[in-house]
């Protein structure tokens, strides 16, 4: 089986530096998917790691700990429109069976 | 615009109705899926669809029932629903099966059974 955790919800100031955690325990690892949902949208992909180390894109940055099943998502230069919920998932056996986390509602704050 | 559409974006439901919802991508994908939202509980994955064929139903009840007639539309047709059924329906759709696969949703429909 698989279980995911996230923290339900953070809030952090327009400018700084947020890091949403997730923790995992998967029968097999095939990589880990983060999302962001603003309210009442449709979910959006931001990144996948499969293999340990930090991957950045612009403001986002994906870490992962393959050893510690632990995932990090970190905002830099927080704006106002970060304000959403991050979802953490990892798929097994193909993408059939991907086990999402609760999501992480961030709240960011002027 | 996310490249995948679906219909309603509301529906509110008498537990004795039937209703459909649609989804339809234009992002030519072969795979298309069916989850569940609700209220502070992960994504559930419902259906999956490859080419048209189901490969996956995660346990769910008879009371929904999908339908892919080609790769670009899926339905999930609704029946005797129950209170607790009220949720997020998210359709969403994949270049392929693959674990790295990214998947593109809907806004979803916003489901209430009364």
């Known amino acids: 089986g698989q279980n995911i955790d996230q923290p339900t919800e953070m809030t952090a100031t327009e400018g700084a530096i947020v890091q949403i955690n997730c923790t995992y325990q998967t029968s097999g690892f095939n990589g880990l998917f983060w999302y962001q949902q603003h309210a009442g949208e449709a979910p959006t992909f931001l990144s996948y790691?499969?293999?340990?180390g930090l991957e950045e894109k612009g403001r986002f940055s994906s870490f992962l700990s393959r050893s510690k099943g632990y995932s990090y998502l970190l905002l830099k230069e927080l704006q106002m429109k970060d304000s959403a919920s991050y979802l953490c998932?990892?798929?097994?056996?193909?993408?059939?069976?991907?086990?999402f986390g609760t999501g992480t509602k961030l709240q960011v704050i002027p | 615009e996310t490249g995948v559409t679906q219909t309603p974006r509301h529906l509110v439901m008498g537990m004795t109705n039937k209703k459909s919802l649609k989804c339809e991508q234009h992002?030519?994908?072969?795979?298309m899926y069916w989850y569940k939202q609700s209220a502070k509980k992960p994504l559930e994955l419902m259906f999956v669809?490859?080419?048209?064929?189901?490969?996956e139903n995660n346990s769910v009840p008879s009371r929904f029932s999908p339908e892919c007639p080609n790769s670009s539309h899926l339905f999930l047709h609704l029946h005797t629903l129950q209170p607790e059924d009220s949720a997020l329906y998210l359709c969403a759709s994949s270049q392929g099966l693959r674990e790295n696969t990214e998947a593109f949703f809907g806004q979803g429909t916003r489901l209430t059974v009364v």
């Open positions: 790691n499969v293999l340990d």
């Open positions: 998932a990892c798929p097994s056996g193909g993408y059939q069976k991907v086990t």
């Open positions: 992002l030519g994908h072969n795979a």
């Open positions: 669809y490859n080419f048209k064929e189901q490969t």
